[in-house]
């Protein structure tokens, strides 16, 4: 229902009748007005006069009808712990794969390596549910699938030089614009399902707390709509969702690859190892070529580039 009063309404610059509306809706005009009371309580600014309603303005919030197509596979809560969680619950409960998990902010964002996420209100959070054809060998695949979808949406919406470094963070001018977390659960040779979790620093500012972060808000010297954003990222990655490992995402993934042919850290839990990162193999590992010349391929950890 509020989907098609918003049709309406968007397809008039003018006032739309009570009547109208309760016609093409086949309701009463009772029923209407509750409707366009809820609309305003969300955040729609709708004018009410004894001719009719005019919308206003809209939200910049990707409520579930504001993203047309995919309305059943949208969850969008103001507040949440972390999307993981809920993407996981519904996973597990057998949603469909593109299902997407938003908040517009959470209270226990998660980061890899065990660290938080911070997720002030302003930032775009969100976990998408996938069930890819492949072999949870490749899994990893997808990440880079989806990393590559948000460095492209980012570059021709805003004309902005993301780069990614590898595995999945989006840097600009050497600071952090995006992180990419994901969750895998399979059984035996079969991915059940595979969440992958993304937050952007879009009109928030994490850089007080984060020095080395920084958010299109600061980029762009003005404010950018996350439901566009949203909207676009989606679009670009769905065609990867079945099969990331289609469509030569690697290559062209290396192409936006700020990490290849430079000197890094990585850090994973166990280690600490120094090299020259020459490529990214099948599987997602960066390859490294040591002091000694030999080469190491590591499939999991924090890079740092020296
Ligand atoms: C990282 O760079 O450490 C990964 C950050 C991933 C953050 C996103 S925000 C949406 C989703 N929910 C979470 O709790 N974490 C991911």
């Keep these: 229902m509020k989907s098609h009063i918003l049709t309406l309404l968007k397809s008039q610059e003018d006032v739309v009748s009570g009547e109208i509306l309760s016609d093409a809706l086949k309701t009463s005009r009772v029923s209407i007005w509750k409707h366009i009371r809820k609309l305003q309580d969300l955040g729609y600014q709708i004018d009410s006069s004894a001719k009719g309603y005019r919308l206003i303005n809209s939200p910049d919030i990707p409520y579930p009808w504001e993203m047309i197509g995919?309305?059943?596979?949208?969850?969008?809560?103001?507040?949440?712990?972390?999307?993981?969680d809920t993407a996981c619950e519904l996973a597990r409960k057998g949603c469909p794969s593109?299902?997407?998990?938003?908040?517009?902010?959470?209270?226990n964002g998660r980061g890899r390596m065990d660290r938080k996420w911070l997720s002030d209100?302003?930032?775009?959070?969100?976990?998408?549910?996938?069930?890819?054809?492949?072999?949870?060998?490749?899994?990893?695949m997808v990440n880079f699938a989806a990393s590559l979808s948000l460095v492209r949406t980012i570059r021709d919406l805003y004309d902005i030089k993301a780069q990614i470094r590898w595995p999945n963070d989006l840097l600009v001018n050497g600071k952090k614009l995006s992180g990419m977390l994901s969750e895998i659960e399979a059984s035996g040779d079969i991915i059940t399902h595979i969440n992958i979790g993304i937050g952007v620093n879009v009109n928030n500012d994490p850089s007080k707390r984060e020095p080395n972060a920084t958010s299109l808000k600061?980029?762009?010297?003005?404010?950018?709509?996350?439901?566009?954003?949203?909207?676009?990222?989606?679009?670009?990655?769905?065609?990867?969702?079945?099969?990331?490992?289609?469509?030569?995402?690697?290559?062209?993934?290396?192409?936006?690859a700020v990490t290849l042919g430079r000197d890094v850290k990585i850090t994973t839990i166990h280690e600490?190892?120094?090299?020259?990162?020459?490529?990214?193999?099948?599987?997602?590992?960066?390859?490294?070529?040591?002091?000694?010349g030999s080469t190491k391929s590591v499939i999991y950890g924090d890079c740092f580039h020296q």
């Design 70 to 84: 995919r309305e059943d596979r949208i969850h969008y809560y103001p507040e949440m712990s972390s999307t993981m």
């Design 98 to 107: 593109m299902t997407v998990v938003i908040a517009g902010r959470q209270l």
């Design 121 to 140: 209100i302003g930032g775009l959070y969100f976990t998408m549910v996938l069930r890819p054809a492949i072999s949870p060998a490749l899994s990893a």
């Design 218 to 256: 600061f980029l762009r010297g003005q404010e950018t709509s996350i439901k566009q954003l949203l909207t676009r990222f989606l679009e670009m990655f769905e065609p990867f969702s079945q099969n990331p490992t289609d469509h030569g995402v690697l290559k062209q993934w290396k192409k936006y």
């Design 272 to 292: 600490e190892i120094e090299g020259r990162a020459v490529d990214v193999g099948e599987h997602g590992e960066l390859i490294l070529k040591l002091a000694d």
